[in-house]
C-alpha cells in the first residue's frame, strides 16, 4: 500500500468527470487501499479518486462508527430535508464554506468486487456522500459554499 499525493485545487482533473469502472480487478484493489491509506494520513472524512489523480467513478466515505466505505460508480437515488453546514475538503487546504446538502440521502453503489448495494445516511455522513459524489462529476464545494469560514475563528470557537 501507499499514501498517494492529494491533488490540489487548479488542478485541471478536479474539474473533470469521472468515467465509470468496468474492471473490478487488482488494480482497483490497489487503488482503493491506497486511498484508504492516504485517507488515514490525512485524517479526513472522505477521498474521491480524482483527488488522488484517477479519473474513476469511487469513492471513500467516512461512517458515524469512523470506518470508511467505499463505493464505485455511486447514484443518489434519493434525498431528502435539508441540512446547512461547514465543508472543507484536502484538496482545498485552509478554506471552509457554508454548503447547503440533503440531511438524508440514498445512495446505491458497487463495492470492489462489483456487488451492488444501497446505503442509507443522514447528517454528515449524508453530506459526505454529496461532498465525494460531486467531486466524481468534476465539482468541488467551493462551487456550493454561501460564504466562506475563517478556519482560525471557526475552529477556535467550535
Known sequence: ?????IVQVGEPILAKKCRPVTDFND????????????LRKADGAGLAAPQVGILR??????LDDGSYLEIVNPVIEEASGIQEGVEGCL?????FGVVERPNKVKVKAQDRHGNFF???A???TARAFCHEIDHLSGHIFTE???EFIDPE?????N
Not at 1 to 5: C, G, P, Q, S
Not at 57 to 62: H, K, R, S, T
Not at 91 to 95: D, W
Not at 153 to 157: M, Q, R, S, T, V
Open 1 to 5: 500500500m501507499a499514501i498517494r499525493n
Open 27 to 38: 488494480r482497483l484493489h490497489i487503488l482503493l487501499d491506497d486511498m484508504h491509506d492516504t
Open 57 to 62: 467513478a469511487c469513492a471513500l466515505v467516512m
Open 91 to 95: 484538496s482545498v487546504p485552509g478554506k
Open 118 to 120: 444501497e446505503y442509507e
Open 122 to 124: 443522514e447528517g454528515f
Open 144 to 146: 456550493l459554499a454561501t
Open 153 to 157: 475563528e471557526y475552529f477556535e470557537e
